[in-house]
């Protein structure tokens, strides 16, 4: 059965880091497009980065030059290095991968403190 883990959320003063992981249980993981999403308390579920099957990269733009997305295939695995966190950063981040079929991760808490 696919499923996605997220992991390495925590709480963190503004100004640290942190760094995603998400490991898939898919087969045929590199052909899948990947992504960040975050949803802070009370708000939609927002794009934060995205890397394609081609390496193709974006932003959101509140977090460009602060945030980087990585992908590993051979480990099934995506990640989200965050520096220079905000308090507006703070959310539940869920990976998200698709083809002609989408797999949600059950979110990792990301808690930034001013």
């Known amino acids: 059965q696919e499923q996605l883990v997220e992991s390495g959320g925590g709480l963190v003063p503004a100004g640290g880091s942190l760094r995603l992981s998400c490991v898939a249980s898919i087969i045929y993981f590199s052909l899948y497009d990947t992504r960040w999403y975050r949803q802070a308390p009370g708000k939609q579920r927002v794009l934060v980065a995205s890397?394609?099957?081609?390496?193709?990269?974006a932003y959101a733009d509140s977090v460009k030059d602060r945030f980087v997305i990585s992908r590993d295939d051979a480990k099934n695995s995506l990640y989200l290095q965050m520096n220079s966190l905000k308090p507006e950063d703070t959310g539940v981040y869920f990976c998200?991968?698709?083809?002609?079929?989408?797999?949600w991760g059950q979110g990792t808490q990301v808690t930034v403190s001013s």
């Open positions: 890397v394609d099957r081609n390496g193709t990269v």
């Open positions: 998200y991968v698709a083809r002609s079929r989408e797999f």
